[in-house]
């Protein structure tokens, strides 16, 4: 917006700020951004900050700004100018808030697919099969951006494909700029008064001291107390959710700018675990608070081991047993813009439906658990036969799974956008 207050972030890029007319676009484009008084920034690049990602693909550096007005829609048809020929774009848009989600608004949003399992082959190509898989939604679903995650930012998922972002990350993506407007008396709190166990304490300390430093430790005991008291309450004022939306497009996919806004409930979905003995997971999405939704697939691995118990407990699907000598890790689906879309037949891949999308699964088997008295390996203890026994207080899994997971962060980037247009 022309009106808009801009800062550059000189610790990035270098910005050199000029209003031109759009004169790359046509006409009509042209006429549409002028009459939304909408400004150019031309950004010159410093070329030691371009990251070379492979092929002729190049990364450059972020470049953020803030608005006091709301930005509640992307401009992205102004990349449609220098689009490459019929190659698609793609845009993968984080919204931070303090509670609520974001979906588009002059777009359909859907969920993406989740808690679907999948041949153990596809872990090591998950950026190739979830490409592949977009593709197929997409002939169902023509401009729909798909919400692929939605979750506070206290956690990461479940489980977690990395750690939560830290608190200095937080600021960094925009924090900062909230903090502006936060009164002093509010980030210089008075610190709370100390009990009586915490005074006799410290006067203990002191009493260990020369006289000569009692006053500095003092001085600095005071310090400590105002910066932790700070401290709280600057975390407890950056507590958010994160909401990740996918649109993948051309000229004909893109109409108009997509405009953003807050969903209207919170949601949940692809935590589910399996259960039985085919391991069926549910993939519903349901209305339910706090957002807890993720985009999540999943493999499963029976254990062939006896239960040799009286009260056995079947298809309790969890974590690899100890036994596993695989990667322990969830394979991340990463770099989607550059993965090879056409490599992956999807229900080459797939172990269960897909109704939404109309695909169906190759045939899939999930091995029995044997019973007892067969020749498979057999356990007697009750720690490690897969099962419980009556009055036991242990129990161990006779079942697992794999999960591959599409993470919120790509290599701790993020993507930096964020809710108030930065």
Known sequence: RADARRRESSDRVPVHKHCRPLVAQ???????YAHQSVATDLTRLDPKRIELVGGERAQLSPIQFWSESDVESMPLRLGLGNAPGKDKQEVIAYFIDAKDRFEAKNYKTQFAPTNINVDFIAKEKMGEFYGAL????????????????AWSLEGCGQPCATTPPELSELLALGGQVFEQWVPDEEKNPKPPDLTDAEKKSFQEDLKLMEPKDRAKAKKTFEEERK?????????QRHKYSISRLHYRFGAADLPEDPSFGRAA??????TALPTGPKGITSSEVKAVAPNRFQTRYY???????????????HFRWGKAPRTYRGLRKIWVAEDLTRKNRKKMPVEEFLLSPIPELGLKPKSAVVAEVPDAGTAAPSATDSKSCGCRSVGATTSGWNAWLLLFSLTPWAARRMGRAKKKGS
């Open 299 to 313: 493999n499963l691995h029976p254990t062939p081991v006896v239960a040799n118990c009286s009260a056995p407990l």
């Open 227 to 235: 910066t932790i008291a700070s401290r709280k309450l600057l975390v």
């Open 26 to 32: 046509p006409r009509a484009r042209r006429q549409t």
């Open 265 to 270: 409930a919170p949601v949940q979905g692809g």
């Open 134 to 149: 977009h593709d197929r939604f997409l002939e169902k679903n023509p401009r729909t951006f798909l919400a692929e995650y």
